[in-house]
Nanobody, 123 residues
Framework: VQLQASGGGLVQAGGSLRLSCVASVRTFSSYAMGWFRQAPGKERDTVAAISWNGGSTYYADSVKGRFTISRDNARNTVYLQMNSLKPEDTAVYYC?????????????????WGKGTLVTVSS
């Protein structure tokens, strides 16, 4: 499974970005998907996760109400809509695939990682 994330960039505080991650796999709908982020000098943390059919989602407390994860299985793509961005959201964002929703919520449960995309939020 190869995962390619895109959509990062520089945005002012209060702005929005939408990240996309395209998976090169036939059985995309069999994977739960997640977004993680890693700020300089910090550990990689969970941002959001979504079950195989989008029926279940999970958000870190720090992004609840601001970020929305979604997926389009016909396009093998998972999205992260980020609104009301804050400087503390600055990080490299990674998409990830896991065998089930429970595992997708923690980095130890990830089976496949994509390369990251940098999000920088200026104050």
């Amino acid at each position: 499974v190869q995962l390619q994330a895109s959509g990062g960039g520089l945005v002012q505080a209060g702005g929005s970005l939408r990240l996309s991650c395209v998976a090169s796999v036939r059985t995309f709908s069999s994977y739960a998907m997640g977004w993680f982020r890693q700020a300089p000098g910090k550990e990689r943390d969970t941002v959001a996760a979504i079950s195989w059919n989008g029926g279940s989602t999970y958000y870190a407390d720090s992004v609840k109400g601001r970020f929305t994860i979604s997926r389009d299985n016909a396009r093998n793509t998972v999205y992260l809509q980020m609104n009301s961005l804050k400087p503390e959201d600055t990080a490299v964002y990674y998409c990830a695939a896991s065998s089930n929703f429970r595992r997708s919520k923690v980095k130890e449960g990830v089976d496949y990682w994509g390369k990251g995309t940098l999000v920088t939020v200026s104050s």
